[in-house]
């Protein structure tokens, strides 16, 4: 399959989540397309061009709108009106909310972190009760490759990474965490996770050599690589090192390694910084993705951040999806 699409070996329908309360990362979402602050616009004006096709696959769409329609959304394909979205919540998060009376389908996760900036979780137990109070039956689940220094000089430990100035250093264990979480649990719930392989530096040349030894040291078990983290807004900024993009040479490797063993990439790119309005980044994503058709690629927040605002996503958005087939951007009003 070629270009921005996602399917997890056939098994997982396209879906992504939503928030944690700073310690789990719940996740919910299905597949979340943009949400844009500022223009008031109509539920529908979002939706890609080529909705059917994902329709078709029997996926639910779950986006979320901030600003005017506060709240995340739904189609329901074999309604009334399969193209106009429904409420499912109109809150800010999803984070404890009950789903279960207005999802009416098995919601895939396709964007889960399972643990914070400094490592932690509130464990695999408390995530299969929360998902299954969303209505969720499969997730995507991946760590941080990034960890929250508590620096000297700061009385308090910062528990995210905007908390403070302190910066962010890449952590490779977080895989490991991932890797034993889901071989300790019983088959019938290991079923329902779907593990990605994420630590490491995607500046480093090296981060290949990391990549194949997940995969040599837990054989069968990885389903995906990434969250990939490269522009990130302020996340970026605080890392250690060079500033990681989608178009790195260290990704080349990772992204056709990717596609011989059948492995999606989820990345974070930004398309612009915090102070400009314009797709400024966009050629990283692009680039990466034609020089990878083979690659199939999520591309989390569809190129934006927390504090990334871009006039012109829809229209970036609606243009990709013309070049590059399906595309399953989430966004994320709690993003770790
Ligand atoms: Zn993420």
């Known amino acids: 399959m070629r270009g921005l699409a996602f399917i997890f070996r056939n098994r997982v329908c396209p879906s992504r989540g ?3 309360n700073v310690r789990i990362l719940l996740a919910v979402l299905v597949c979340i397309l943009a949400l844009f602050d500022g223009q008031p616009l109509n539920a529908g004006d979002f939706w890609p061009i080529d909705i059917r096709k994902i329709k078709e696959r029997g996926k639910i769409i779950v986006t979320q709108y901030s600003g005017e329609q506060p709240g995340f959304f739904a189609f329901d394909e074999v309604g009334e009106y399969p193209n106009q979205p429904f409420y499912i919540s109109q809150t800010d998060s999803l984070v404890d909310k009950d789903l279960t009376k207005t999802i009416r389908y ?20 408390a995530l299969l009760k929360a998902m299954n109070r969303a209505g969720v039956g499969h997730a995507m689940l991946n760590g941080l490759p990034l960890v929250k220094k ?3 000089v700061d ?4 528990l995210y990474y905007l908390a403070d100035d302190s ?16 071989k300790s649990l019983p088959e019938a719930d290991r079923k329902k996770f779907h593990p990605f392989i994420c630590g490491f530096n995607p500046t480093d040349r090296n981060a290949i050599d990391h990549v194949r030894r997940m995969y040599e040291w837990y054989p069968d078990l990885w389903e995906g690589i990434g969250e990939i983290q490269t522009r990130h807004d302020d996340l970026a900024a605080l890392t250690y090192g060079e500033q990681a993009r989608a178009n790195h040479i260290a990704l080349d490797p990772v992204y056709t390694f990717a596609a011989k063993h059948d492995l999606p990439v989820c990345i974070h790119s930004d398309i612009s910084s915090v102070w400009v309005h314009e797709p400024l980044y966009l050629h990283e994503m692009e680039e ?4 990878h058709p083979k690659t199939r690629f999520i591309w989390t927040h569809a190129g934006i951040s927390r504090r990334i605002t871009v006039p012109s996503l829809v229209q970036v958005l609606r243009r990709m999806l013309k070049i590059f087939g399906s595309i399953f951007p989430g966004w994320f009003t709690l993003c770790m």
């Open 288 to 291: 990466a993705v034609k020089k």
């Open 150 to 152: 508590w620096n000297a």
């Open 167 to 182: 910066r962010t250093y890449w952590y490779s264990a977080t895989d490991i965490l991932v890797a034993q979480t889901v």
């Open 106 to 125: 098995q919601v895939t996760d396709a964007h889960l972190h399972y643990v914070d900036f400094l490592q932690n979780s509130e464990g695999v137990e």
């Open 18 to 20: 939503g928030g944690y």
């Open 155 to 158: 009385p308090r430990k910062p």
